[in-house]
């Protein structure tokens, strides 16, 4: 027997908000519902909001997404992806470096948009399982202008779209529109046209930031609530849909996630509280909360600030030290014992140790159970 349920159901919801640079997507999102920022480009530094530190590697902003879903809607009401095409990037860096490749078209026949679609995918599925747990999740995203051909029309003419996979071979804005409940498109709009009194120029003056909230031919938009195809740039005409499912999933969801955090989440430290700070500020406090390891805490030797960032930020967040990241790559036979990290190959650490820092957590931990402790 199969439960049949009716009527509306309430949730968080998956929202994108793209448009020309410096339009006020961040300004925007920074207003919904008790905002957490993953700040990929840094943009977000005159704004007073929390924030995660800035990802360095594509395996760091899985960890943050998974750590923000596991403190639950009690400690937070929407998580933003500030910028998604900055968050592809790190994406395209993974898959190339996991696959031995300088770049996306070195794999030959698309097969490298196939794996960054397939790698992006995931990372969704990863973000539907925040909105799942009662937290809004936004993207902010870049436009771009291409050209546009219907398959029934003469001629072509420009539209915006998502500035993600900029190639004809990308399948990633597609899928992010997909996963979105509501795509705003954000852009100035034409007050009035003047022309010279010959009447043969032609020049747009004035403008105001507008929210397009339905599909155009000259731009990518949608939502299901119902809204007026064009609202002034105010987050007061959308906070309507946001301003309850959030708030609801949380008294309904936190005591399960108290008591059965996710299997991935479930072996790892919890990186230090996302407030408003600085990344220099937020670095050394990362190293002394280290539940994990066993060792005596008068033997922590600094690391070595010449490590790539993208590893030296994994091994901060979870406490890992050079010789156990050393005694793991020689377990594996990759190098001797006593080489230092900054010698490794950097196509090693960022294939290997960064895009499988999973597994090779994983290993660390095993060491340091095997090795006693008076």
């Known amino acids: 027997m199969f439960e049949v349920i009716s009527g509306t159901v309430q949730t968080a919801q998956k929202v994108v908000l793209y448009g020309p640079e410096g339009i006020g997507k961040s300004s925007l999102a920074a207003q919904f519902p008790n905002p957490v920022f993953i700040d990929t480009e840094g943009s977000t530094k005159q704004l007073n909001v929390q924030r995660l530190k800035k990802p360095s590697s594509w395996e760091m902003l899985k960890q943050q997404v998974q750590w923000v879903k596991h403190e639950g809607p009690s400690r937070f009401g929407t998580l933003i992806i500030d910028t998604v095409d900055w968050a592809e990037m790190l994406c395209v860096e993974s898959v190339c ?8 078209e070195d794999f ?24 799942e747990a009662g937290i809004h999740v936004v993207l902010t995203a870049h436009a771009q202008i291409i050209k546009f051909e219907q398959p029934d029309e003469m001629g072509a003419y420009d539209r915006y779209q998502l500035k993600l996979g900029q190639k004809t071979g990308s399948r990633t804005a597609p899928l992010v529109k997909e996963w979105a409940d509501i795509v705003l498109f954000i852009n100035y709009k034409t007050l009035s046209i003047a022309t010279d ?18 599909h155009h031919p000259a731009w990518d938009a949608k939502n299901r609530h ?13 906070a309507h849909i946001f301003s309850l499912p959030a708030s609801a999933a949380a008294m309904q969801q936190t005591p399960a996630m108290q008591t059965q955090p996710t299997p991935a989440a479930a072996p790892q430290p919890s990186p230090q509280p996302p407030a408003a700070t600085s990344v220099s500020e937020q670095a050394p406090a990362a190293q002394t909360q280290q539940p994990d390891q066993p060792t005596n805490p008068m033997q922590q030797p600094e690391l070595n600030p010449n490590i790539p960032r993208s590893l030296y930020d994994l091994m901060v967040q979870h406490g ?26 950097p196509g090693f650490i960022e294939g290997v140790l960064v895009a499988a820092w999973q597994q090779v957590y994983g290993m660390v931990q095993e060491t340091r159970n095997q090795i006693p402790f008076s």
Do not use: C, W
């Open 320 to 345: 890992v030290q050079e010789y156990e990241i050393q005694a793991v790559v020689s377990q594996k036979g990759y190098y001797p014992q006593d080489t230092p990290i900054t010698n490794y190959d």
């Open 108 to 131: 030959g026949y698309g097969k490298g948009y196939v794996f960054v679609a397939e790698e992006m995918g995931r990372f969704l599925n990863l973000l539907g399982d925040v909105v």
């Open 226 to 238: 119902g809204l007026p195809d064009e609202l002034p740039l105010d987050y007061n005409r959308i």
């Open 197 to 214: 009194d010959k009447g043969k120029k032609h020049k747009a003056q004035g403008g105001t930031r507008t929210m397009y909230t339905t």
């Open 97 to 104: 470096a996991t696959h031995n490749k300088n770049g996306v």
